[in-house]
């Protein structure tokens, strides 16, 4: 206000409002003119912005379907196709119906069972050798060589690339278990079923395990030998360094697919 009092007072002395020099000067009655009005200054508010709508969420990533069980074979070749499976390994997944074949690989897996022809490799064609120094017969440690390769092919698998690229069909496994009158849930069980079963086999030296004739097979003299599933015996006879490496990867994919089934709850 008073900046606006000094501007208006330098308006006045500059325009000639007071009389001219020789006029006389307006007398002590005659009223003060009027000062000029201050003037008024309008404040023009802008209206507030409108708040902004958010943006919309991005769209949830939506997955590609389950394919069909009898149409899923591409599917697991192309979810795999990435990790090493060795000859053994490529040869399992060029036949068809991968999924119903891997299912039937566990369940007679884990009824002890020795699935040979659902089995990536080969079995011994000689028959294994024994040694006979004419008072007893035993297991001859030169046969172990024959499982060298095999136990190598199974410590060169990487289990938690594979188990985690196969998870995806994990209900496709369960439907394929289910054909067998089995609860389709019971699937995730009865693989810890099989690998308790190779991880529990018995270190036993057959070397020193006598062999006794029977009909036209060896069997062992020892029945808490000859009574252990087919699938612990056969460990044995991979010899104890196969063994040890066979048990110690089942257990290692023990404990894999119990963390994923754990993660999927």
């Given at each position: 206000?008073?900046?606006?009092?000094?501007?208006?007072?330098?308006?006045?002395?500059?325009?000639?409002?007071?009389?001219?020099?020789?006029?006389?000067?307006?007398?002590?009655?005659?009223?003060?003119?009027?000062?000029?009005?201050?003037?008024?200054?309008?404040?023009?508010?802008?209206?507030?912005?409108?708040?902004?709508?958010?943006?919309?969420?991005?769209?949830?990533?939506?997955?590609?379907?389950?394919?069909?069980?009898?149409?899923?074979?591409?599917?697991?070749?192309?979810?795999?196709?990435?990790?090493?499976?060795?000859?053994?390994?490529?040869?399992?997944?060029?036949?068809?119906?991968?999924?119903?074949?891997?299912?039937?690989?566990?369940?007679?897996?884990?009824?002890?069972?020795?699935?040979?022809?659902?089995?990536?490799?080969?079995?011994?064609?000689?028959?294994?050798?024994?040694?006979?120094?004419?008072?007893?017969?035993?297991?001859?440690?030169?046969?172990?060589?024959?499982?060298?390769?095999?136990?190598?092919?199974?410590?060169?698998l990487d289990l938690e690339s594979l188990l985690s690229s196969l998870e995806w069909f994990m209900p496709l496994f369960r439907e394929a278990w289910s054909y067998y009158g089995e609860d389709p849930a019971a699937f995730d069980m009865a693989v810890v079923i099989t690998l308790d079963l190779v991880i529990a086999t018995p270190e036993i030296d057959l070397s020193e395990a006598r062999l006794i004739r029977k009909e036209a097979v060896w069997i062992f003299e020892d029945p808490a030998i000859e009574g252990l599933a087919p699938t612990q015996k056969q460990v044995l006879r991979m010899g104890p360094e196969n063994a040890k490496i066979l048990k110690a990867k089942a257990a290692e994919a023990r404990g894999l697919w119990l963390d994923q089934l754990s993660e999927s709850m």
């Open positions: 206000m008073v900046l606006l009092l000094v501007i208006a007072g330098g308006v006045v002395l500059l325009t000639g409002i007071w009389p001219p020099k020789g006029e006389p000067a307006p007398t002590a009655t005659a009223p003060p003119p009027e000062p000029a009005p201050s003037p008024i200054m309008t404040v023009i508010e802008e209206p507030a912005p409108e708040p902004s709508e958010p943006p919309p969420p991005p769209p949830e990533p939506v997955e590609d379907p389950l394919p069909r069980l009898e149409e899923s074979d591409d599917a697991v070749r192309d979810a795999v196709g990435d990790i090493p499976l060795g000859t053994a390994g490529q040869q399992y997944l060029i036949p068809g119906n991968i999924i119903e074949r891997s299912a039937s690989l566990i369940y007679l897996m884990a009824q002890g069972e020795v699935p040979y022809k659902l089995l990536p490799v080969s079995r011994p064609k000689a028959a294994f050798p024994i040694r006979d120094d004419g008072t007893q017969v035993v297991t001859d440690p030169a046969g172990f060589e024959r499982y060298d390769a095999l136990t190598q092919w199974l410590q060169s």
